[in-house]
């Protein structure tokens, strides 16, 4: 009769169930295979934390602070975008001015949108974007709302808040974005 923990053979080599197939013990296995998961776990943490130090889109996302700048950036593009697309309540939309009007302020609340995209790994390119934006619509907006009140259409403090409201946002964020951690702004 063949003993089940002892090879046929009487050698010291694999064991043998009673049904004939070899038995595979990796019981001594398990505990290097386990260290050495967690050793490369630990390695991957340590790159993974390395990365996103360097990484200005990581570092960008995982932060709330430096979140606030680019999504005011977001929010004052595309308010411009939809009051010039949708004029219904700015009267620098309608009548001589509002073509000129119209394309600045295309051009605006695309610059807005770009100081958004570029928030995140340029942050001194976003800035420069943002307040050149703001400069150009708050005096394409100055200079529609004096047209716009000569003509009688409305006052011009009322037309001037459509092209204010998001330059100032604009001017805010441009102000919020901050640089990576470990480069210095200058």
């Not at 043998?16 to 595979?24: K, M, N, S, T």
């Not at 490369?40 to 996103?52: C, F, H, Y």
């Not at 307040?131 to 409305?154: E, K, P, T």
Request: charged residues 20%; proline residues 6%.
């Amino acid at each position: 009769m063949l003993d089940a923990n002892r090879p046929a053979n009487g050698s010291a080599g694999p064991r043998v169930a009673p049904d004939g197939q070899r038995v595979v013990d990796q019981s001594g296995e398990m505990a290097a295979e386990q260290r050495e998961m967690e050793r490369k776990a630990d390695l991957v943490e340590a790159t993974s934390r390395a990365e996103r130090m360097r990484e200005p889109s990581t570092r960008f996302w995982s932060s709330r602070h430096a979140q606030i700048g680019p999504l005011m950036a977001l929010f004052a593009g595309l308010f411009t975008l939809a009051v010039r697309t949708w004029p219904i309540a700015t009267p620098q939309g309608r009548g001589t001015v509002g073509v000129a009007w119209f394309i600045c302020a295309t051009i605006a609340g695309v610059m807005y949108l770009a100081g958004f995209f570029l928030a995140d790994r340029h942050w001194k390119r976003a800035r420069m974007v943002l307040v050149s934006a703001a400069l150009l619509h708050l005096v394409v907006g100055f200079l529609a709302a004096m047209q716009v009140a000569a003509q009688d259409v409305a006052p011009a403090w009322q037309s001037i808040v459509f092209d204010a409201v998001p330059a100032a946002v604009a001017l805010v964020a441009a102000f919020l974005i901050s640089p990576p951690p470990g480069e210095r702004s200058e």
